[in-house]
C-alpha cells in the first residue's frame, strides 16, 4: 500500500504492506478471543483478521477498500481469491459518507498544521487530493480500469506453520524446503483482478500534478481550492452513481461461514 500502491512512489518511499489473515475456528470457542488485527513483526507491515477485515469493508472504510483493490500483490491463497472475488459485494454508494467524512478529518489537520506551522504536510496533502479524486472515478464509473499487477512467489507448498506466542496476540512461523525460516501472518492477502466494479487506486496520468503538490509547488489556497472543487465533483456523482445503495451484506456473510465451517472441519 502507500505510495507504491498508488504510483506516487519517490526514491525515498518505504513499502506498506497490508495483508488479511483467517484465526482457526476453534479460537473463537473460549472466552479469549483471536486478534482482530496484527500489527508486524516487520516494519511498516499490519493485517485484519478476515472477520474484522470484511465488517470495516461493508462500511466503507476508505483505507480497507483501497487495501482490496491494491493493484500490487505479494501472495494470495485459495481463501484470498475467494475475497477478491466478492470486492464489488462491499462497494456501495456509502463511500461518499466515508469518504468525504474522512478527507475532512484530514483537511482539519492540515488546517492545524498550517496555523501552526505555516504550512501543510505537503505529502499528506497530496494523498488527501489523491483519496477525493478515487472516490469521484469510483463514483462516476463504479468500475475499476486497468491497473498493473506485481506477483511475488510464496515459498513451497511442502513448508508448515506452527502457532507461536506474539505478545498477546499470536502469529505463525513458516518453515520451508529451503530451511530459510520466516515468521508471518498466515492467510489471505492482496488483490489480483482487474475487471469489474471497484476503486481505481492507481493515480495514472495525476501523478506529475499530485506530487508537484508534495513538493510544495501549490500553494495552499490552491490545494483547497481543488479539494473544495473534488467536493463537489464527488456529490454531483453520487447523483447518478451506478454503484448500489447498500452493500451485498449476505455475500460477505455467506463467504465468511464457508470459511470458519471449513476451519472447523479440518480438525477431524
Same mark, same amino acid.
Given at each position: 500500500?502507500g505510495?507504491r500502491?498508488? /504510483?506516487?512512489a519517490t526514491? +525515498?518511499?518505504?513499502?506498506?504492506r497490508?495483508?488479511?489473515y483467517v484465526?482457526?475456528t476453534? #479460537?473463537?470457542?473460549?472466552f $479469549?478471543?483471536?486478534?482482530? !488485527?496484527?500489527?508486524?513483526?516487520e =516494519?511498516?507491515?499490519?493485517?485484519? +483478521?478476515?472477520e @474484522?477485515?470484511? %465488517? &470495516?469493508a461493508l462500511?466503507?472504510n476508505?483505507?480497507?477498500?483501497?487495501?482490496?483493490h491494491?493493484?500490487?500483490? =505479494?501472495y %494470495?491463497d485459495? @481463501?484470498?481469491? =475467494?475475497?477478491l472475488?466478492?470486492?464489488?459485494a462491499?462497494l456501495s454508494? =456509502?463511500v461518499l459518507r466515508?469518504f468525504s467524512?474522512?478527507?475532512a /478529518?484530514?483537511?482539519?489537520?492540515l488546517e492545524?498544521?498550517? *496555523?501552526t !506551522?505555516?504550512?501543510?504536510r505537503?505529502? !499528506?496533502?497530496m494523498?488527501l487530493?489523491r483519496l477525493?479524486?478515487?472516490?469521484?472515478?469510483? &463514483? *462516476?464509473?463504479?468500475?475499476?480500469?486497468?491497473?498493473?499487477?506485481?506477483?511475488v +512467489?510464496?515459498?513451497?507448498?511442502?513448508?508448515?506453520?506452527?502457532r507461536?506466542?506474539?505478545? $498477546?496476540?499470536?502469529?505463525?512461523?513458516?518453515?520451508g524446503d529451503?530451511g530459510?525460516r520466516? +515468521?508471518?501472518?498466515?492467510?489471505v492477502a /492482496?488483490p *489480483?483482478?482487474?475487471?469489474g466494479?471497484g476503486l481505481v487506486?492507481g493515480?495514472g496520468?495525476?501523478r506529475?500534478? &499530485?506530487?508537484?503538490?508534495r513538493?510544495?509547488e #501549490?500553494?495552499?489556497?490552491r490545494v483547497t481550492? %481543488?479539494?473544495?472543487?473534488?467536493?463537489a465533483?464527488?456529490e454531483e456523482?453520487a447523483l447518478?452513481?451506478?454503484l448500489p445503495?447498500a452493500p451485498?451484506?449476505?455475500r /460477505?456473510?455467506?463467504s465468511l461461514?464457508?470459511v470458519?465451517?471449513d476451519?472447523?472441519a %479440518? &480438525?477431524?
Amino acid at each position: 500500500m502507500g505510495s507504491r500502491a498508488f /504510483g506516487l512512489a519517490t526514491e +525515498e518511499s518505504d513499502t506498506d504492506r497490508r495483508g488479511v489473515y483467517v484465526a482457526p475456528t476453534p #479460537w473463537f470457542w473460549g472466552f $479469549s478471543r483471536p486478534p482482530t !488485527h496484527l500489527d508486524g513483526p516487520e =516494519e511498516e507491515r499490519f493485517s485484519w +483478521e478476515l472477520e @474484522r477485515f470484511c %465488517a &470495516l469493508a461493508l462500511r466503507a472504510n476508505p483505507n480497507i477498500l483501497e487495501c482490496l483493490h491494491s493493484p500490487s500483490v =505479494e501472495y %494470495a491463497d485459495p @481463501r484470498g481469491e =475467494e475475497l477478491l472475488s466478492l470486492r464489488d459485494a462491499f462497494l456501495s454508494q =456509502e463511500v461518499l459518507r466515508t469518504f468525504s467524512r474522512y478527507a475532512a /478529518g484530514q483537511r482539519r489537520k492540515l488546517e492545524a498544521d498550517v *496555523r501552526t !506551522h505555516g504550512a501543510p504536510r505537503w505529502k !499528506h496533502a497530496m494523498h488527501l487530493l489523491r483519496l477525493q479524486r478515487s472516490c469521484r472515478d469510483l &463514483l *462516476r464509473t463504479g468500475r475499476l480500469g486497468p491497473v498493473r499487477r506485481i506477483f511475488v +512467489e510464496e515459498p513451497a507448498a511442502s513448508g508448515a506453520y506452527s502457532r507461536r506466542a506474539f505478545g $498477546s496476540p499470536s502469529y505463525w512461523t513458516y518453515s520451508g524446503d529451503s530451511g530459510v525460516r520466516r +515468521e508471518c501472518v498466515p492467510g489471505v492477502a /492482496g488483490p *489480483r483482478r482487474s475487471a469489474g466494479q471497484g476503486l481505481v487506486v492507481g493515480v495514472g496520468e495525476a501523478r506529475e500534478e &499530485l506530487l508537484a503538490v508534495r513538493r510544495g509547488e #501549490w500553494s495552499w489556497e490552491r490545494v483547497t481550492s %481543488a479539494m473544495a472543487d473534488l467536493d463537489a465533483a464527488c456529490e454531483e456523482a453520487a447523483l447518478t452513481t451506478p454503484l448500489p445503495a447498500a452493500p451485498d451484506r449476505a455475500r /460477505g456473510e455467506d463467504s465468511l461461514y464457508r470459511v470458519r465451517r471449513d476451519s472447523a472441519a %479440518a &480438525l477431524g
